[in-house]
């Protein structure tokens, strides 16, 4: 399954069925699962450490050393799940010492082409980065969301779960659970409420998470006020919750 004219390292470690494609480099401390397929023109470096059943397609870096110049060589680590795929051209940069030492990337994430992700981000499950789409370092990325393209994500920024975002969307402090963002810099423009059916959300949990959006954004109350508030009202409506959980770590405030 590894191409004639592909550069695998003695040291790396490949699982079964694992395809490396034509003038594709493998490092010597990386680890690759099952079913893994590596395209053409690949690059995996560093210590990366990829699950089962990925696709990464031509022309990608991943693994390669942050682009920060406070890095100086130690041995961080990428770390990348099961079943994401990795579209042309895109960036996936190790950890550093400054920060968690890890980049992470969870499951079934759909990650398209020019993504760059850089040191230290913290990516969820069932994500879509749609094309361009770019993190700066340190930035979270919670389950469920969807960047759309040519979002910038500024440094140290947390996106929420079940997010989305407009094209061309600048994002310069977080965007909490279930909200649209758009504009540079982003700004509101209430509940992803088509996302949210599709994953399952009731007619009611929609009322009461629109409910919250006015809470925080429409009712004059100062962030902590309405946070309090939502954190009494998650005893009886538990998809409250996450919202009331991230609101209390924002560690950049929220897009207003």
Known sequence: ??????????????????????????????EIGDNTWIGPHVVVSGRTKIGADN?????????EVPQDKKYGGEPTRLEIGDRNTIREFCTLNLGTVQDAEVTRIGDDNWIMAYVHIAHDCQV??????????????????DDWAILGGYTGVHQFCRVGAHTMTAVG????QD????????????????INTEGLKRRGFSAE?????????????KSGLRLEEAREK?????????ELQPLVDFLAVSGRSIIR
Do not use: C, W
């Not at 949990?205 to 954004?217: D, F, N, Q, S, V």
């Open 55 to 63: 696709r990464f397609y031509q022309f990608s870096s991943i693994g």
């Open 230 to 238: 939502l954190e009494e009202e998650a005893k009886d409506h538990a």
């Open 1 to 30: 399954m590894i191409h004639s004219t592909a550069i695998v390292h003695p040291g790396a470690k490949l699982g079964k069925s694992v395809s490396v494609g034509a003038y594709s480099i493998v490092g010597e401390h990386v």
């Open 175 to 190: 965007v909490p659970p279930y909200l649209m963002a758009a504009g540079n810099s982003a700004s509101p423009f209430g």
């Open 124 to 141: 969820g499950n069932q994500t879509i980065f749609a094309n361009n789409a770019q993190l700066a370092g340190h930035v979270h990325v």
């Open 169 to 172: 969307t600048v994002v310069l």
């Open 205 to 217: 949990a929609l009322r009461t998470l629109k409910r919250a959006y006015r809470t925080i954004y």
